[in-house]
């Protein structure tokens, strides 16, 4: 690949920067974790309770029968649509003879390397698109950045909506305590910002703006060259159904556990969250301050949002297992079900046009 050809003192670089990057996370996490823990102890202290004796209240009251009756089919739901997902954009832009029972046990078992690093299970599926039809690897690479892009979009778009529909919701945590954040102006600043950045990527990469400019031609860019604005808003409407029932999952999980909330708050404050799940800290430490920032009244519900992440990346990490053997056959067996792609090895020069979304 065109982008691993560097010298070797941007190497020695990354290698210096990366333990100085990996202190900086912990710190941060373990500050996320210790203001979660003052939140809850003084609301703890308020009813004259241990932190033990309030945090065990909350959990002993739940309903984990019916807790668990909801996470279940949730996760398979979650499996079934990702995996989707990502097989019609690999078939879009890498190889379209690719089935979806080929990707189903590739997406599966990359669950089970993401308990390590989501980057790692990435990796299995540009490795197993690799051995099976020839991709090669930065353009199975960029297929998994526009992915992650429109995630971070899709988020975006349905935060949008929720607090458009319920700004007086978003207000209210904006002012419910001093230090609250003033999210009535953070939020509606980053969807502006988001919506006029989104025409003007997909221009450049479509080469319609700024034509001079050489970056849309790495290989590393290879998708986003290709894709059309109907590829953007199919991916946003092929992982909708996620979100949607993940709203519904999460406010009838938070009732299970006696906190009151309203899915019109799940709807302005959950892509949120997720999106904060998304910033490289361990535990996803950030979305479980978010969690009690949003909902001053609940403290609680950082932890309670570890419980529910936990659980979620542990039993994907299950449905991994149960399809593991078929994995290992799809990488390591001799003759893929569908022929191989020569796919070429140069980055750059003129490119097959993506396939017609459908």
């Not at 960029?142 to 007086?168: C, H, N, P, R, W």
């Not at 950030?286 to 979620?312: K, N, Q, R």
Request: hydrophobic fraction near 50%; glycine fraction near 6%; charge should be neutral.
């Amino acid at each position: 690949m065109a982008e691993s050809q560097n010298s070797d003192a941007p190497v020695v670089g990354k290698k210096k920067m990366n333990p100085l990057f990996r202190i900086i996370t912990w710190l941060v996490t373990f500050g996320c974790f210790y203001l979660v823990y003052q939140r809850t102890d003084a609301a703890a202290a308020r009813e004259q309770l241990s932190l033990m004796q309030y945090l065990s209240r909350f959990f002993g009251e739940a309903n984990w029968i019916a807790w668990l009756a909801l996470m279940v089919p949730y996760s398979v739901f979650f499996f079934v649509v990702d995996a989707h997902v990502t097989w019609r954009v690999i078939r879009w832009f890498n190889t379209p003879e690719i089935k979806l029972k080929n990707v189903l046990p590739i997406r599966a078992s990359a669950y089970i390397l993401s308990l390590v690093n989501e980057q790692v299970g990435k990796g299995a599926m540009s490795l197993y698109l690799y051995r099976r039809y020839k991709v090669p690897g930065w353009e199975a690479i960029s297929t998994m950045i526009l992915l992650g892009m429109m995630e971070i979009y899709q988020l975006l778009l349905f935060s949008a909506v929720g607090v458009f529909i319920g700004y007086e919701v978003v207000q209210q945590a904006s002012s419910s305590n001093p230090e609250a954040l003033p999210l009535d102006v953070i939020l509606p600043t980053v969807f502006l910002v988001a919506l006029i950045y989104l025409p003007l990527h997909i221009a450049y990469f479509r080469g319609y703006l700024l034509k001079g400019w050489s970056l849309r031609d790495r290989p590393l860019l290879h998708t986003l060259r290709q894709a059309r604005p109907i590829h953007y808003l199919l991916i946003a409407l092929f992982k909708a159904p996620n979100l949607i029932v993940a709203i519904i999952v999460y406010t009838v999980a938070l009732e299970l556990f006696h906190v009151d909330v309203s899915g019109l708050q799940m709807l302005a404050f959950l892509p949120v969250i997720f999106l904060a799940a998304a910033l490289p800290l361990p535990f996803h430490a950030g979305a479980l301050l978010l969690w009690t920032v949003l909902f001053p009244e609940y403290p609680e519900v950082g932890v309670f949002s570890l419980v529910m992440h936990t659980f979620f990346v542990v039993f994907n990490a299950l449905i991994g297992v149960l399809f593991l053997p078929k994995a290992n056959k799809e990488l390591f067996g001799s003759d893929p079900d569908a022929g191989t792609i020569d796919h070429g090895n140069s980055g750059g020069g003129d490119e097959q046009p993506a396939k017609q979304a459908d």
